[in-house]
Nanobody, 114 residues
Framework: QVQLVESGGGFVQAGGSLRLSCAAS????????MGWYRQAPGKQRELVAT??????TDYADSVKGRFTISRENVNTVYLQMNSLKPEDTAVYYC?????????WGQGTQVTVSS
């Protein structure tokens, strides 16, 4: 089992920045890829960014050039979000795969005002 805890969400004006953090605990040696998804009100959950164990990254087109995912050790992942837009407003969820199973955090709210 793996537990994920996110932090760093909040309220910011358009053009501002936030940094999300996610710390994993439990059987962390089994963690492979980690990433971030988001879900806005009335919309489906969507991929934001992922990072593999070898630090290969992938981003949604909507955040390329503005967001950066990084990983520290095997159990901590960050999402640096710059040039935030109102459409980035959502609950952001940390996720990982461990032993081929997906795990999710409880989410952190990001609100961007225009």
């Amino acid at each position: 089992q793996v537990q994920l805890v996110e932090s760093g969400g909040g309220f910011v004006q358009a053009g501002g920045s936030l940094r999300l953090s996610c710390a994993a605990s439990g059987i962390v040696f089994s963690i492979n890829a980690m990433g971030w998804y988001r879900q806005a009100p009335g919309k489906q959950r969507e991929l934001v960014a992922t990072i593999t164990k070898s630090s290969n990254t992938d981003y949604a087109d909507s955040v390329k050039g503005r967001f950066t995912i990084s990983r520290e050790n095997v159990n901590t992942v960050y999402l640096q979000m710059n040039s935030l837009k109102p459409e980035d407003t959502a609950v952001y969820y940390c996720t990982c795969t461990a032993g081929a199973l997906p795990y999710w955090g409880q989410g952190t709210q990001v609100t961007v005002s225009s």
